[in-house]
């Protein structure tokens, strides 16, 4: 549908598309000129659009700047007014989704189309620190809500030309603004197809965040891993982007996506490259360690004390079965008592708000450990066991993931209760089988485990061993070939 010469017409029809629509402000007015008059109307919609900025560009400009020209249409529309992008179109479904996304819309008698000008102004939040990903060192921003507000914050820290931005939209109905952000010699002109090709296989009514979109873009949906990153924090999608990688921007989300991804990424956080090369070291061999027993940890005690207690010191086992004196429960169920019982209180101290949500996972656990100790509900060892499998799925850098380690210890404890070390291992082994078959749009989730190659050093050497930065000469497999080299010593 495109508009009519009659601004009477047209006007209905916009009244008829934005039938009670309170918050939508409109103007009309005529503006005497030397030779005549010339009948406008302006349309926006308050809260979208910047109040202020309409005044002081559009109409303040045409009501007392404009008035002994000959009356001219474009002089309207590039003399008057201040606004620093502009657009003519007379196509209304072009005009409507302008006016849903801040812009001001002027329409003028005799005159089949209509000026579209920019005074968007959302209301934003401020730029804060990272909640989730937060460091010792390091830069203390992360993303907003904002998407003009994220891309700036990653352009700040790679002031390179070929930083390239590909907008699109998502959602019939939201709309939704996203950016593809890449670095034009350096990502694989394969891996943006794909994304384009993946972003275009689906109609979906809205997208209101990141976390929406990632499951519409993996490859194996039904995986517990995630297969694509998705970071709060600037300085790591932009060493994302100087690795080769892909960025995906989403409006209304404070977390952009990386693709693609593997397994040790997530066990890499921002600021192991901040600190010396022997600390990220032995950080990351702290969390690879704490992931597995995350894991392992609730199952393997069940499988040694139901099927193999004889492996146990015999101080030990005589503990633990002088703790299980007064317990009724078998070792699986009490277990299972504490684990729910953990994830409740993680589930209610994220849900609660501030200190008070610290207040009840703290508190809480020890005051309902110590009391389901007293009530002979669970013992002392099995306590300990769970605590100490919750400390250590704190320690992954990245919740999403440490959420699939979470998932996965209920399996593990089913395993070990059903089958004991035989059930444990068997898991172990179906669990790395299933790694090994991911792929991240094309490359290998488990790189360089496997798939791996004698020239991609550089893939250990930021492994679970955190090399210095000056041994890194190459940049990881994501990197187009012969756009490897990204440090050379000078002389």
Not at 419 to 429: F, K, P, S
Request: with cysteine.
């Amino acid at each position: 549908m495109t508009l009519s010469a009659s601004l009477d017409v047209n006007i209905e029809v916009f009244e008829s598309i934005f039938e009670n629509w309170g918050d939508l402000v409109k103007k009309r007015f005529e503006l005497k000129r030397a030779d005549g008059y010339v009948d406008i109307f302006i349309l926006y919609i308050d809260g979208l659009a910047d109040n202020e900025m309409v005044e002081r560009t559009i109409t303040r400009p045409l009501l007392y700047e404009w008035k002994n020209e000959t009356a001219n249409v474009n002089s309207i529309f590039s003399s008057e007014t201040e606004a620093v992008d502009m657009k003519e179109t007379a196509d209304v479904n072009d005009i409507v989704d302008a006016l849903l996304c801040g812009d001001t819309a002027i329409l003028v008698k005799d005159y089949e189309k209509a000026m579209l000008l920019s005074t968007k102004q959302y209301p934003v939040r401020s730029v804060d620190k990272p909640e989730k990903e937060s460091g010792l060192k390091g830069p203390r921003d992360s993303f907003t809500e904002n998407f003009r507000t994220s891309t700036a914050l990653i352009r700040r820290r790679v002031k390179d030309p070929k930083l390239k931005l590909i907008q699109g939209t998502l959602g019939q109905r939201s709309k939704t603004t996203y950016g593809l952000m890449y670095m034009e010699d350096l990502a694989r002109p394969y891996l943006l197809e794909r994304i384009k090709e993946k972003l275009n296989s689906f109609d979906i009514d809205a997208i209101f965040d990141s976390g929406m979109l990632v499951h519409l873009i993996e490859d194996k949906w039904y995986s517990p891993f995630p297969q694509v990153q998705t970071t709060e924090r600037p300085d790591k999608a932009a060493s994302a982007l100087l690795e080769g990688r892909v960025v995906l921007v989403i409006d209304n989300s404070p977390e952009v996506i990386i693709l693609p991804t593997t397994f040790n990424t997530f066990f890499q956080a921002a600021d192991d490259y901040y600190n010396r090369f022997a600390v990220g070291t032995f950080a990351r061999i702290i969390r690879y360690m704490a992931a597995y027993l995350s894991v392992l940890l609730p199952g393997l005690y069940i499988a040694i004390t139901c099927y193999y207690p004889q492996v146990l010191p015999t101080d030990f086992l005589l503990a633990i079965v002088a703790a299980r004196n007064d317990v009724t429960f078998p070792v699986v169920i009490e277990v299972l008592i504490m684990e729910l019982l953990f994830e409740l209180l993680r589930e209610a101290g994220i849900r609660l708000p501030g200190q008070m949500g610290n207040t009840i996972g703290v508190v809480g656990g020890l005051i309902v450990g110590q009391a389901a100790v007293e009530a002979a509900l669970v013992s002392t060892v099995v306590v300990i066991v769970v605590a100490l499998t919750a400390i250590c799925s704190f320690a992954i850098p990245n919740e999403e993931f440490a959420s699939t380690f979470r998932l996965l210890k209920f399996v593990m404890i089913i395993l070990g209760a059903g089958l004991g070390l035989y059930g444990i291992l068997l898991g172990i082994l179906v669990i790395e089988i299933h790694l090994a078959s991911l792929e991240s749009f094309g490359i290998p989730y488990m790189m360089p485990l496997a798939a791996g190659s004698a020239d991609d050093n550089i893939e250990y050497q930021d492994f679970v061993v955190r090399a210095p930065i000056f041994t890194m000469k190459n940049r990881p497999i994501y990197a187009r070939a012969g756009r490897r080299r990204r440090y050379e010593r000078k002389r």
